[in-house]
């Protein structure tokens, strides 16, 4: 189906066009610095040295989700993402030729000018050239109810240019007047839960070849491909019986290995870190360095993680004792940084917890949100990680419930948990893993 599909096509379409982009900056940054055309010899030397470079930043565009599905949010902030990966893959490049020397290429002048060409062009490429190129006419879809999640998908669909599709909601229990309506705006395309005995009733003045003429669209199916979550109204018994499992051998055990052999990699180069981190806990207010607390692991276990304190207490989970902290200078940056989860590293060594997986809660909380929130405990089924779906998503203080109550986040919050359980692999782990880099280098969250 055309309508709604991640365009693998169109992924490949972009990966061509900003490779070609950094062939044209490469190319340009050469004329520049020599004031004329290289000669061919230099171009061809000058290629070959920054193809892997162009691999590597090819890797930085996937970590800032440009060949990801585009929203209304991350098409406004486009630009701002094009400029910050250009920023990462000049460091990866810096990187790169401080150990790599080749005769005959002089990276230094040459990655400045590049870098400015390259972000002006693919900003030019991306955010102009590339929407005229993939645009085509709207196609008219109709959905079926009115409830929260399909006035969002409402809203996502009429204002996220990138799907082409123009929606209209239809909420009467008509049959003969749901044809007419499909028959004015010449739409085949609708959005209904045909599980649901009302929404069925719908169509008995339909003939057979007329209901076959039309493609229905699951609307939790389109809730998770849009937004990344799965609808909490879908969540029930069944669905976790369908949907989730205890345990996967094969990838439980691959996820094992990839935990250790990071964790000790992450761990020993942590390690510089630590006086510095300490020194300036230290120096801020002459508390204690690092904060313990227990929180709810794997089954609902309790798991004792060491972090660096980053408030000027320790924050126990409760709204009162929130109320008393705030976060200190060194806690802003540590935070933004995610330096303060290094500690936990020893806790993924241990087992207790994952590199990826849904954030390990305070107990008081945990203990709130399961009698608030249905179905809360079965992000438990799983360890809970240093970084996860969901962090990457509520990674501002608006929408984090970050140790205090906050029911609605968190309802929020079980909604990314649990698409992460439905769809958990080692592709998806490594595309958090990636992203995480993103946030930290963009300093986002807190």
Do not use: C
């Not at 094009?82 to 401080?98: E, H, K, P, R, V």
């Amino acid at each position: 189906m055309q309508v709604f599909q991640v365009g693998k096509k169109a992924a490949l379409k972009l990966i061509l066009g900003d490779t070609t982009v950094l062939l044209v900056s490469l190319l340009l940054s050469l004329i520049l610095r020599n004031l004329d055309v290289p000669a061919r010899h230099t171009i061809l030397i000058n290629i070959y040295a920054f193809i892997p470079v162009f691999a590597l930043w090819i890797l930085g565009f996937f970590i800032y989700n440009l060949y990801g599905r585009s929203t209304v949010s991350t098409s406004k902030n486009l630009p701002g993402s094009i400029f910050q990966a250009t920023l990462l893959n000049a460091l990866i490049a810096i990187i790169y030729f401080y150990i790599v020397s080749i005769p005959g290429v002089t990276p230094k002048t040459t990655l400045i000018i590049i870098s400015v060409f390259s972000f002006l062009l693919m900003v030019l490429w991306r955010v102009i050239i590339w929407p005229k190129l993939s645009r085509r006419p709207n196609e008219t879809v109709v959905i079926i109810g009115r409830n929260a999640e399909l006035l969002e998908l409402y809203k996502e669909l009429n204002e996220n240019h990138s799907l082409h599709v123009s929606a209209v909601i239809y909420d009467s229990r008509d049959s003969g007047a749901l044809k007419a309506e499909l028959k004015r705006l010449k739409s085949k395309v609708i959005i209904v839960d045909m599980t649901n005995p009302e929404a069925e009733d719908l169509f008995t003045s339909f003939a057979p070849d007329e209901i076959l003429r039309l493609r229905f669209i699951n609307p939790a199916w389109l809730y998770e491909e849009l937004f990344g979550r799965i609808p909490l109204s879908n969540v029930t018994n069944a669905w976790l019986f369908a949907h989730v499992t205890y345990e996967q051998k094969l990838y439980d055990s691959a996820k094992r290995i990839m935990d250790v052999i990071l964790a000790v990699i992450m761990g020993v180069l942590s390690l510089v870190f630590y006086p510095f981190v300490a020194l300036a806990i230290k120096l801020e207010d002459g508390g204690k360095i690092f904060i313990h607390q227990d929180r709810i692991g794997r089954g609902g276990r309790v798991i004792r993680i060491t972090k660096f304190r980053s408030m000027t207490g320790d924050d126990k989970g409760s709204d009162f004792f929130k109320s008393q902290l705030r976060v200190t200078k060194v806690g802003k940056f540590i935070r933004m940084t995610r330096i303060d989860e290094l500690p936990q590293l020893w806790n993924v060594l241990k087992g207790e917890e994952s590199l990826v997986g849904p954030r390990p809660e305070l107990i008081p909380l945990v203990e709130k949100y399961s009698q608030d929130i249905p179905f809360y405990p079965v992000r438990h089924v799983i360890a809970p990680g240093l970084t996860g779906w969901a962090q990457l998503h509520q990674i501002n203080s608006a929408t984090d419930p970050h140790h205090a109550t906050a029911v609605e986040a968190t309802r929020e919050k079980l909604s990314y948990d649990l698409y992460y359980l439905k769809h958990r692999s080692l592709l998806l782990d490594i595309v958090v893993l990636l992203r995480t880099i993103q946030i930290i280098f963009s300093r986002q969250g807190s």
